[in-house]
């Protein structure tokens, strides 16, 4: 029997907007604004702050005449790699590691001729709200700090948690046993997104009401020491399956390489990744052979590897003669933005 301990459940949850709060300019107290508005906040309440209201304190903005084209200088400077591009539209993964439309640069809810960026660190930015609430009220509170993101396969956007402080940010169910006795292998929660999506039912987005308090919610405290917050939420390249737009895989393999040494197992998971039908695949170190009489089908598997490389992190070299391909790391795709 697991000794994982069971899930606790809320009872009744109850989500307040604060109301009250001032259109934030850099420099403003937003912790004290936030206390002035919830007299009677708790010990074990849930603090969420939409991450437009910290950037504006933290002086996250950007002004659009200072170029014809700071918005474009903006975006470069926030992208790590374009993920997908439809039109006017940008994917991108940005500094944070989140993958988002702009890098979650936005101009709604924001002075005319301004943008805002996202925060530099939303957990620090959770981090030194919780403090101040504690140093000022002896309370002690977990804080999120939100933005809102669209969803693969799914219409319509939701609201995240970008920043986390003072609770874990996943409710991890792995060890337990579901109703019919069955153990739970990959039921891990994203609680903290759960909470962000919430707190939005309150805040609304024409509103103008930055930040929610939640109360009800059961929550273990963070690991001391613990400083991960939202940031243990962001897959990890080598495991995330849908790193690239299906249209921008063939530029991105196209993007380069870098040095460093290949992992091997990145090499065999590609060529794993190859239809069970295709021709006959091996490699030697870095190079992969690909044996078949029909050229047609060569090029085809050659196409499909130099795809299912690009999603591990490698680029392929191939060599025309012989149709070789040899193997490194792939510097970060950034296509047009």
Same mark, same amino acid.
């Given at each position: 029997?697991?000794?994982?301990?069971?899930?606790?459940?809320?009872? =009744? %949850?109850?989500? #307040?907007?604060?109301?009250?709060?001032?259109?934030?300019?850099?420099?403003?107290?937003?912790?004290?604004?936030?206390?002035?508005?919830?007299?009677?906040?708790?010990?074990?309440?849930?603090?969420?702050?939409?991450?437009?209201?910290?950037?504006?304190?933290?002086?996250?903005?950007?002004?659009?005449?200072?170029?014809?084209?700071? #918005?474009?200088?903006?975006?470069?400077?926030?992208?790590?790699?374009?993920?997908?591009?439809?039109?006017?539209?940008?994917?991108?993964?940005?500094?944070?590691?989140?993958?988002?439309?702009?890098?979650? %640069?936005?101009?709604?809810? @924001?002075?005319?001729?301004?943008?805002?960026?996202?925060?530099?660190?939303?957990?620090?930015?959770?981090?030194?709200? #919780?403090?101040?609430?504690?140093?000022?009220?002896?309370?002690? @509170?977990?804080?999120?700090?939100?933005?809102?993101?669209?969803?693969?396969?799914?219409?319509?956007?939701?609201?995240?948690?970008?920043?986390?402080?003072?609770? =874990?940010?996943?409710?991890?169910?792995?060890?337990?046993?579901?109703?019919?006795? #069955?153990?739970?292998?990959?039921?891990?929660?994203?609680?903290?997104?759960? %909470?962000?999506?919430?707190?939005?039912?309150?805040?609304?987005?024409?509103?103008?009401?930055?930040?929610?308090?939640?109360?009800?919610?059961?929550?273990?405290?963070?690991?001391?020491?613990?400083?991960?917050?939202?940031?243990?939420?962001?897959?990890?390249?080598?495991?995330?399956?849908?790193?690239?737009?299906?249209?921008?895989?063939?530029?991105?393999?196209?993007?380069?390489?870098?040095?460093?040494?290949?992992?091997?197992?990145?090499?065999?998971?590609?060529?794993?990744?190859?239809?069970?039908?295709?021709?006959? @695949?091996?490699?030697?170190?870095?190079?992969?052979?690909?044996?078949? =009489?029909?050229?047609?089908?060569?090029?085809?598997?050659?196409?499909?590897?130099?795809?299912?490389?690009?999603?591990?992190?490698?680029?392929?070299?191939?060599?025309?003669?012989?149709?070789?391909?040899?193997?490194?790391?792939?510097?970060?795709?950034?296509?047009?933005?």
């Amino acid at each position: 029997m697991s000794d994982a301990p069971i899930e606790q459940l809320s009872t =009744e %949850i109850v989500i #307040r907007p604060v109301l009250g709060l001032p259109d934030f300019a850099p420099g403003d107290d937003l912790t004290g604004a936030i206390l002035q508005n919830v007299p009677d906040l708790r010990d074990g309440d849930v603090l969420v702050v939409t991450s437009k209201a910290v950037s504006k304190c933290e002086g996250r903005l950007v002004r659009q005449d200072t170029g014809p084209d700071a #918005r474009a200088t903006a975006l470069r400077e926030q992208t790590m790699a374009v993920v997908a591009q439809r039109g006017p539209t940008t994917i991108v993964r940005n500094r944070l590691g989140l993958t988002m439309a702009a890098a979650g %640069i936005d101009a709604s809810n @924001v002075t005319d001729g301004f943008i805002a960026l996202l925060p530099e660190d939303p957990d620090a930015s959770a981090r030194e709200i #919780r403090r101040v609430v504690e140093q000022r009220r002896g309370i002690d @509170v977990a804080v999120l700090i939100t933005d809102t993101v669209g969803r693969p396969w799914r219409e319509g956007l939701v609201d995240i948690a970008i920043g986390a402080a003072g609770m =874990e940010a996943l409710r991890d169910l792995r060890g337990t046993v579901d109703t019919h006795g #069955r153990p739970l292998a990959v039921t891990a929660l994203a609680q903290i997104d759960e %909470i962000a999506s919430a707190s939005e039912l309150v805040r609304g987005k024409l509103a103008e009401v930055p930040a929610a308090v939640v109360r009800g919610v059961p929550w273990r405290p963070a690991v001391e020491g613990d400083t991960g917050g939202a940031r243990q939420l962001v897959r990890p390249h080598d495991s995330d399956m849908f790193a690239l737009g299906c249209r921008d895989v063939v530029p991105a393999t196209a993007s380069g390489t870098t040095e460093g040494p290949v992992p091997d197992h990145l090499i065999d998971e590609a060529i794993g990744a190859l239809p069970q039908s295709s021709a006959k @695949v091996h490699r030697t170190g870095n190079t992969v052979i690909i044996n078949d =009489e029909s050229d047609l089908k060569t090029g085809v598997v050659i196409g499909l590897l130099l795809a299912a490389l690009r999603a591990e992190g490698l680029a392929g070299t191939v060599n025309p003669a012989t149709g070789q391909i040899t193997v490194s790391l792939a510097a970060p795709y950034q296509g047009r933005v």
